[in-house]
């Protein structure tokens, strides 16, 4: 595909139940983000990776959010034991390496815990 | 992270021109100067980067100050389509994208 890719794009859950969000970067892009934006808010940083470089997790909330890239590829975030207050819209963008480089956002997973 | 300080809103006219201004005094001499914006309802997407000089590319310019400790975003002629949250970062090196609360931008008709 052409863009970032994410699946599901809409997903309601129950509280307490799992949840895995699926990112798809841009082919040969090294760096992957994951973000999450409540209604109405900005754009949360969650986690980064970079190559082979060990993640950045420093904004991942508590240890129920965890994240993989697999490959250095596809990612998936997984949210354990989902709380109401993790509703919001998860967005993952890829990119080339460096400061020179520009990020390209999925359309999005918007998360609902009921 | 160098901070960056933008106004919260502002509006323009369709069809003129617009200058959403951004502050980064403390930014270092490899900060590269990146401005992304986010239509309602949509991820964010590119708008222009910059190291020192002035840049142009299809959708907007950037006018980078002498000292670099602010600069200009300006859309020649806001649409309806430009009405969004933009959003002026600063990136050194490998540090992740970090996005501060940006400025809403409404276009009046």
């Known amino acids: 595909g052409a863009g970032v890719s994410q699946s599901p794009s809409n997903k309601v859950t129950e509280k307490g139940k799992d949840v895995e969000l699926r990112c798809d970067p841009i082919?040969?892009?090294?760096?992957l983000y994951w973000y999450r934006q409540s209604l109405g808010q900005g754009l949360e940083f969650l986690i980064y990776f970079q190559g082979n470089s060990a993640p950045d997790k420093s904004g991942l909330p508590s240890d129920r959010f965890s994240a993989e890239r697999t490959g250095g590829s596809v990612s998936t975030l997984t949210i354990q034991r989902t709380q109401q207050e993790d509703s919001a819209v998860y967005l993952c963008?890829?990119?080339?390496?460096?400061?020179?480089?520009?990020?390209?956002f999925g359309q999005g997973t918007r998360l609902t815990v009921v | 992270d160098a901070k960056t300080t933008q106004p919260n809103s502002m509006e323009s006219n369709e069809e003129e021109p617009v200058h959403l201004p951004c502050n980064h005094s403390?930014?270092?001499?490899?900060?590269?100067i990146h401005w992304y914006r986010q239509l309602p309802s949509q991820g964010p997407e590119y708008v222009i980067h910059?190291?020192?000089s002035n840049v142009n590319n299809r959708m907007a310019s950037l006018a980078i100050a002498e000292d670099r400790k602010s600069s200009t975003l300006i859309l020649h002629r806001a649409t309806l389509r430009d009405a969004a949250v933009y959003y002026c970062i600063l990136r050194f090196s490998n540090e992740k994208l970090t996005f501060g609360t940006g400025t809403r931008l409404t276009i009046i008709p």
């Open positions: 910059g190291l020192t």
């Open positions: 082919s040969g892009h090294t760096a």
């Open positions: 963008a890829s990119s080339f390496g460096g400061m020179n480089t520009e990020a390209f």
């Open positions: 403390t930014i270092s001499g490899t900060d590269y």
